[in-house]
């Protein structure tokens, strides 16, 4: 059988792996950290007695795709729990539904308010329905969708918390892979009839007990029960290519710097890094459209406490500036066995740039710059406080700027030329992708090799 080459034990990555080693091949994934999983890895604290997990921020497991529902249902061997979604948002010191339940807005915001937004939405009727004004950045997006008025409460603002950057200066292709469906008449449609076919509101989700990276923990240990390895802490340093073919791989394990001749090389490593690592250099067309795509990190501060609960909703959105933090996340809330009996905790999630005055800041300086705020909610206080941990990640979200297509076009073009080489994941294809979606394009990867198709 050929010799295949994984990069990134993510669910890409591993679905991958899972499927080729299932098929009878032989092969190596090199993950760069200690824990498989990627951004889907669950995390695990012991305090003395206790066990606290969390997710890298919140993951539910929902997919209109049976066949990988079915092939996630069959790898945990079922075990897995039904979560009914619970997420709020925090607005000017009030709390509304996710997305706006038009009734909640009216009794919170008042007449005067909930009028405005309907004649601000009206209006984006007539400039982008009527009038098919073209529309060019996710501001204008939005504002078609939901009117100028609500956008701006709760849509916008949150959006540039995320991405760091104008609304105006964000391609609309983020808004239509995210909130695919959804406009202030389908939430009215759904709220009035129950009517909703929009992914990003379903009611319900698929949670493993013990966390998501559950899933990707049991890949793993399937995988490893075949001719398909895993090596953590192993990571690509040179990519050696020739006459359109990836010929050598050289990698870094515990300090040893060895090589891979692959017959095959499936890349879910960020695409701007693959690019960095080949040799010889790519075109200088190459290289600057890979440093003009931009990625956004993360900071997280993950705080355990001795409450039983701070909340019932599994995550929070925070779109106002004044708040730092963007979203957190009380992972009892999506599976018991997350926190001990009587004990919960808290994920908070800042969104940043690589090198930015929150990413500089220590776990102690991250600590007292949330607690305030969440003293002023009522969601716990000092003394409620057990321990704080504190973390973060690059390369979490790719920017969808205004030219974003355009590098990225350029890029695969190039990429598409090597003859053995498939990109795929979040990172690989600089694609905002759910876990299911990653899944898919890993099944999809090796069904390529194996000349089958899903």
Not at 102 to 110: E, H, M, S, V
Not at 228 to 234: D, L, Q, S, V
């Amino acid at each position: 059988m050929k010799k295949i080459l994984i990069l990134g034990a993510g669910p890409a990555g591993l679905s991958c792996g899972m499927e080729l080693s299932s098929n009878g091949y032989s092969g190596v994934i090199l993950e760069k950290n200690s824990k498989i999983g990627g951004l889907a890895k669950t995390i695990k604290f012991e305090e003395n007695y206790y066990t606290f997990r969390t997710d890298i921020g919140p993951h539910r497991f929902f997919s209109k795709n049976k066949y990988i529902h079915s092939y996630i249902s069959n790898i945990l061997d079922d075990k897995w729990i039904d979560v009914k979604r619970s997420t709020m948002q925090y607005i000017d010191g009030k709390y509304f539904d996710y997305p706006i339940n038009p009734l909640q807005a009216f009794k919170n915001i008042g007449l005067i308010k909930t009028i405005k937004f309907c004649i601000d939405y009206l209006k984006s009727v007539i400039i982008y329905i009527i009038f098919k004004k073209k529309i060019e950045t996710f501001e204008e997006y939005i504002f078609s969708k939901f009117g100028k008025s609500l956008a701006k409460f709760n849509i916008t603002n949150y959006t540039e918390k995320v991405w760091g950057m104008s609304c105006k200066e964000l391609h609309p292709d983020w808004a239509k892979e995210r909130i695919k469906g959804l406009s202030f008449f389908s939430v009215i449609k759904n709220m009035l009839f129950g009517i909703n076919q929009t992914k990003s509101l379903v009611q319900y989700f698929k949670y493993p007990e013990n966390g998501t990276g559950e899933i990707y923990e049991t890949i793993g240990e399937k995988i490893c029960t075949t001719d398909f390895k895993i090596f953590e802490n192993t990571y690509p340093i040179k990519i050696i290519h020739n006459n359109n073919k990836i010929k050598k791989i050289e990698f870094k394990i515990k300090n040893l710097v060895k090589n891979i001749e692959p017959e095959h090389i499936i890349s879910s490593i960020p695409i701007t890094e693959f690019i960095s690592l080949m040799n010889p250099k790519p075109p200088i067309k190459i290289l600057n459209a890979s440093k003009n795509l931009k990625w956004r990190s993360q900071v997280y501060l993950f705080i355990t406490l001795n409450k039983k609960r701070v909340t019932k909703n599994q995550w929070i959105y925070f779109p106002n500036i004044n708040i730092p933090f963007g979203r957190i996340s009380e992972m009892k809330n999506f599976s018991k066995k997350m926190s001990p009996k009587n004990k919960t905790s808290i994920l908070i999630e800042y969104f940043t740039w690589e090198n930015d005055k929150i990413w500089k800041m220590n776990k102690e300086e991250i600590f007292e710059l949330s607690l305030p705020f969440f003293e002023k909610m009522n969601f716990f206080k000092r003394s409620d406080v057990r321990k704080y941990y504190h973390f973060k990640k690059k390369f979490v979200y790719p920017v969808y700027e205004l030219n974003y297509k355009k590098n990225l076009k350029i890029i695969e073009k190039y990429l598409n030329s090597f003859s053995n080489l498939i990109y795929i994941g979040r990172p690989g294809k600089f694609k905002y992708t759910n876990q299911d979606q990653s899944i898919e394009m890993g099944i999809n990867a090796a069904k390529k090799i194996i000349n089958l198709t899903l």
